[in-house]
Nanobody, 111 residues
Framework: QVQLVESGGGLVQPGGSLTLSCAAS????????MGWYRQAPGKQRELVAG???????HYADAVKGRFAISRDNAKNTVYLQMNSLKPEDTAVYYC?????WGQGTQVTVSS
């Protein structure tokens, strides 16, 4: 059974940084594209960043140049490094693979 467990969220001031982690189990991790999504209150869930099995990455326009996705296949973990955070980045961030979702981790950017 696929399990995804996110961690690393929290409260940060504008301009600050956070790194999210997502530990996966129940899959041959290295074979799959992994994604980070977010959902702000009253808005639809949106793709933030993705990384393929060959580590090709892609990003939503809103986060390009500020966020970086990476993976460690030895640890079955995908990361999202978030820099220069803005209040509009406030959301619950979810890890996803093959239409499965983690429980999410809250990121709040506020002074």
């Amino acid at each position: 059974q696929v399990q995804l467990v996110e961690s690393g969220g929290g409260l940060v001031q504008p301009g600050g940084s956070l790194t999210l982690s997502c530990a996966a189990s129940g899959i041959i991790f290295r074979q799959y594209t992994m994604g980070w999504y977010r959902q702000a209150p009253g808005k639809q869930r949106e793709l933030v960043a993705g990384i393929t099995s060959s580590s090709y990455t892609h990003y939503a326009d809103a986060v390009k140049g500020r966020f970086a996705i990476s993976r460690d296949n030895a640890k079955n973990t995908v990361y999202l490094q978030m820099n220069s955070l803005k209040p509009e980045d406030t959301a619950v961030y979810y890890c996803s693979v093959q239409s499965r979702w983690g429980q999410g981790t809250q990121v709040t950017v506020s002074s």
